[in-house]
Nanobody, 126 residues
Framework: QVQLVESGGGLVQAGGSLRISCVASGRTFSTRVMAWFRQAPGKEREFVAAISRSGGSTYYADSLKGRFTISRDNAKNTVYLQMDSLKPEDTAVYSC???????????????????WGQGTQVTVSS
């Protein structure tokens, strides 16, 4: 069993930056691809970014490339999402997800989360 706990969300003005974190319990963090998803009110959940087990490969939603950066620290069982140049349309609940152990990322449509965090609210004011 893996528990994922996000933190760092909050209210930020448009153009600002925010870094959110997700800490995983257990000893399998380094064996799992990790991803961030978000869900805005009234909208479906959408893929934001993913990172390989070692952190050597990262993947982003096309619309977010250049503004968001995913990273991980396997020693701390933590995955981060750095969000820059934030826009009001980035307002959403951001959740992290963990893939099955030893899986590879094959695209957001193929990503099958083994575990989800409860989410952290990010609100961008105009």
């Amino acid at each position: 069993q893996v528990q994922l706990v996000e933190s760092g969300g909050g209210l930020v003005q448009a153009g600002g930056s925010l870094r959110i974190s997700c800490v995983a319990s257990g000893r399998t963090f380094s064996t799992r691809v990790m991803a961030w998803f978000r869900q805005a009110p009234g909208k479906e959940r959408e893929f934001v970014a993913a990172i390989s087990r070692s952190g050597g490969s990262t993947y982003y939603a096309d619309s977010l490339k250049g503004r968001f950066t995913i990273s991980r620290d396997n020693a701390k069982n933590t995955v981060y999402l750095q969000m820059d140049s934030l826009k009001p349309e980035d307002t959403a609940v951001y959740s992290c997800a963990a893939d099955r152990p030893w899986s590879d990322f094959r695209g957001p449509d193929a990503f099958s989360a083994n575990y989800w965090g409860q989410g952290t609210q990010v609100t961008v004011s105009s």
